[in-house]
């Protein structure tokens, strides 16, 4: 079968880091997503990964383990405007995107 | 401004009637996609469109039809809505098979 499982809820703290937890199960395996949801609004696209390892973009980094069936991401001196909905996706053997139910992430000051 | 565009933004449907979430895009994608997305689970894909004159089912098609008779609009059409269909609607299109690029939904409640 397929599974995406993620954290429901996070809490972090302004100018911190935190790290968002992504493991997966899919037939077949294209790539992994991540995208940003912010209340009320679309889910905008952050990261993708296809091979091992860390991709860096500005404060935000995914990491890959096809192997472990895993990916996190980082998100490195967290502002307010951080605060929104994280979702994980894979890409499956039919090039369709299977969704995490997302991690929504507070942040206080 | 090039993107998505989903209308309308929010609907309030009696049970029973019929209803087309329109879907238009600017660029020039040749796939696009139908989720609907409720609390607690994951967006999940309605049916989809690879290209112009074709259309498949995605995980949670039954209730719904699409058709695509251009590159650019890709309706969504509820022919009988119940209650189980409130939810968000977004549309999404991709050049391929890569990033998916979102509208801003459609909310919809069916009373």
């Known amino acids: 079968g397929q599974n995406i499982d993620q954290p429901t809820e996070m809490t972090a703290t302004e100018g911190a880091i935190v790290q968002i937890n992504c493991t997966y199960q899919?037939?077949?395996?294209?790539?992994l997503f991540w995208y940003q949801q912010h209340a009320g609004e679309a889910p905008t696209f952050l990261s993708y990964n296809v091979l091992d390892g860390l991709e860096e973009k500005g404060r935000f980094s995914s990491f890959l383990s096809r192997s472990k069936g895993y990916s996190y991401l980082l998100l490195k001196e967290l502002q307010m405007k951080d605060s929104a909905s994280y979702l994980c996706?894979?890409?499956?053997?039919?090039?369709?995107?299977?969704w995490g139910a997302g991690t929504k992430l507070i942040i206080k000051p | 401004i090039a993107g998505i565009t989903q209308a309308p933004t929010s609907q309030i449907l009696a049970a029973g009637r019929r209803m087309t979430l329109r879907c238009t895009q600017d660029m020039r994608h040749n796939a696009m996609y139908w989720y609907r997305q409720d609390l607690g689970l994951g967006l999940r894909l309605i049916h989809y469109s690879n290209t112009a004159g074709t259309t498949g089912k995605g995980e949670v098609p039954d209730g719904y039809s699409v058709s695509r008779a251009n590159t650019d609009d890709f309706p969504l059409t509820l022919a009988s809505a119940v209650p189980s269909q409130t939810s968000v609607y977004f549309c999404?299109?991709?050049?391929?098979?890569?990033?998916?690029?979102f509208g801003a939904g459609t909310r919809l409640s069916v009373l």
């Open positions: 996706a894979t890409m499956d053997s039919n090039y369709q995107l299977i």
């Open positions: 899919t037939s077949g395996f294209n790539g």
């Open positions: 999404a299109s991709s050049p391929g098979e890569n990033i998916q690029y």
